[in-house]
């Protein structure tokens, strides 16, 4: 397809980026430690690094794993743990000793524990004690070498990391009791490869850099291989859109989203590290008045976060009182933006949600919008440089301009495929080499892309497409609706019938209203034949509503 999108390219960004996959992240990182060494890069509850720090320390973690451990290149090992200085820490010490990291979401139960140690076959794991009682449970069924533990305060620093420990282990309850014989302290490990060398190790932009796990929503959760030149590319394709507007070594960005999530780990770690930026980790992002007084503390240049996260920011009463003035933007991803939510958030804050699009399989950076766009658009911007977008049919045929199809991606960002899931690539990958995404979208006369929704998602109602994205848009825009929810659900009459859950912002508001409502805005077929009141949604830990949790209730 002609890049017909590039004429919505700000100026100064490059349509392709000359040698976007050459290079490594070790390569990348090391660099930023000669250049910024003095500047703080990662600040968590009041304690800092510096990049030079976080180089010494990271090639301690390497040499941990090199010399007491006995691992070498190529070798998995697995993160569990949230938005903490220690992760960076051994994140970039795997890097460094050329392992692949394994990035684990804290919150997953003992049987997704299991599976994914054992699926990416990892020699070892760092996990924070809070989550200790589940790998407890599997620890036996999996092929851990080592075990390496950290609590929640443990870079803070005496006396605040022996404080942190006590309240969060004996205060606050939030360790439950365990039993993993011979795992071995982070700050020991800190300490005992501070007695070694990290050895140089020949890392070739060819080598997996990342096992970064899906989300398992249809199922066990697939390991995308991502190389370090997928990561590299998908850096610079970033930096390239960004760096008219960055001030290289004074931005400083807020971070709820966890690292864990590619989302973050691709824009808020390694672009900003890039950049030399510091990054403000927030551990706990559903703590909504902790995360406010944060933000009023650091007065961030940059923030990113998803819609239910800018939904709860909006709706705070102290939120809306911050100065926002060092703001330059906040990036949208993860989820599709709502446009009441946005429509809130630029009011408040005087700046529009800049909505990006991207997934686990491509690094995850696809499309982004221009960051001077001046509103909220509902479009999720134009491809990358150097990216191939085509929305295509179930046979692999493009569809005409301006219909929805599969949006389908080819790049230097695209995974290698899955991990041992050969029969998933064949589904996965088009015989061209384009990324079947799962997700139907469009483009507009002008070039931007339009996400309509999951394909998964989609419901059938008498033979009509009903598309959740746009029934949860109409009802979010009510004044008395906090969130809302939908899916599908068997009919007999109509095959399947719209059921939607709802969350209120006014206990006056009862199921009559609500359907008078939607039935002004959205055509007949799509009006919602069974509407649910909760209290809550079901979110993941990164704030995606799990539509898979509605439908099992």
């Given at each position: ?175 439950p009791s365990f039993q993993l014989p011979g795992a071995i302290g982070f700050n020991t490990v800190l300490a005992d490869g501070a007695k070694q060398s990290m050895k140089a190790v020949d890392v070739a932009p060819d080598d997996i850099a990342f096992l970064q796990y899906t989300g398992g929503t249809t199922g ?203 029969e998933e690539n064949d589904k996965t990958f088009f015989p061209d080499g384009f990324l079947r995404t799962g997700d139907v979208a469009r483009f507009d006369d002008a070039g931007f892309l339009y996400i309509v929704d999951r394909k998964k998602d989609m419901i059938l109602v008498s033979g009509f497409n009903v ?70 949604l079901p979110k993941s830990n990164v704030g995606k509503i799990l539509r898979k949790d509605l439908r099992q209730a």
């Amino acid at each position: 397809m002609e890049k017909f999108w590039l004429k919505q390219y700000p100026d100064g960004v490059p349509a392709e980026i000359a040698d976007a996959e050459s290079g490594t992240l070790v390569e990348l990182i090391e660099a930023s430690f000669r250049e910024f060494g003095d500047r703080p890069a990662f600040e968590n509850m009041g304690a800092s690094l510096t990049y030079a720090e976080l180089d010494a320390r990271s090639a301690h973690f390497a040499a941990y794993l090199q010399h007491e451990l006995g691992f070498a290149k190529g070798d998995r090992v697995a993160l569990m743990m949230p938005n903490l200085l220690q992760y960076p820490i051994a994140l970039l010490g795997i890097l460094r000793a050329g392992m692949v990291a394994v990035n684990v979401n804290p919150l997953y139960t003992a049987r997704e524990l299991e599976h994914q140690l054992s699926d990416a076959g990892a020699r070892a794991i760092v996990i924070v004690e809070n989550f200790a009682a589940t790998l407890e449970k599997v620890v036996d069924k999996v092929a851990l070498e080592a075990v390496i533990t950290t609590q929640i305060g443990d870079a803070l620093g005496t006396p605040k990391r022996l404080l942190t420990n006590f309240v969060v282990k004996h205060v606050k309850r939030m360790v439950p009791s365990f039993q993993l014989p011979g795992a071995i302290g982070f700050n020991t490990v800190l300490a005992d490869g501070a007695k070694q060398s990290m050895k140089a190790v020949d890392v070739a932009p060819d080598d997996i850099a990342f096992l970064q796990y899906t989300g398992g929503t249809t199922g066990l959760a697939k390991g995308a291989i991502l190389r370090h030149r997928n990561m590299v590319a998908n850096v610079a394709q970033a930096e390239a859109w960004l760096n008219p507007w960055i001030d290289q070594g004074n931005e400083v960005i807020l971070t709820p989203l966890p690292l864990y999530h590619v989302f973050a780990l691709m824009a808020n770690c390694l672009v900003f590290m890039r950049q030399g930026g510091r990054n403000v980790l927030i551990t706990n992002p559903r703590d909504i008045p902790a995360l406010v007084k944060e933000f009023e503390k650091q007065q961030p240049t940059a923030f990113t976060g998803v819609n239910t996260l800018f939904n709860a920011l909006t709706n705070n009463d102290a939120f809306r009182k911050l100065d926002f003035s060092r703001l330059k933007f906040a990036l949208g991803g993860g989820a599709a933006v709502q446009r009441s939510v946005a429509e809130k958030w630029h009011k408040i804050t005087g700046h529009p949600l800049i909505e990006a699009y991207g997934l686990t399989e491509t690094s995850p950076a696809v499309a982004i919008n221009p960051l001077n766009l001046e509103s909220y658009s509902g479009s999720i911007g134009v491809p990358l440089p150097s990216t191939e977008v085509a929305i295509r049919d179930e046979q692999g045929n493009d569809v005409p301009l301006g219909e929805p199809g599969e949006l389908c991606v080819a790049g230097p960002q695209v995974m290698a495929g899955y991990w041992n899931k050969p029969e998933e690539n064949d589904k996965t990958f088009f015989p061209d080499g384009f990324l079947r995404t799962g997700d139907v979208a469009r483009f507009d006369d002008a070039g931007f892309l339009y996400i309509v929704d999951r394909k998964k998602d989609m419901i059938l109602v008498s033979g009509f497409n009903v598309y959740p994205n746009e029934i949860e848009d109409v009802i979010a825009t009510h004044p008395k609706v906090l969130e809302a929810a939908c899916i599908g659900i068997d009919d007999e009459r109509s095959g399947e019938a719209v059921k939607v859950f709802v969350v209120k912002a006014d206990d006056t508001l009862d199921e009559d209203e609500l359907i008078a409502f939607c039935r002004k805005e959205l055509t007949g077929y799509k009006v919602p034949k069974h509407v649910v009141f909760i209290d809550e949604l079901p979110k993941s830990n990164v704030g995606k509503i799990l539509r898979k949790d509605l439908r099992q209730a």
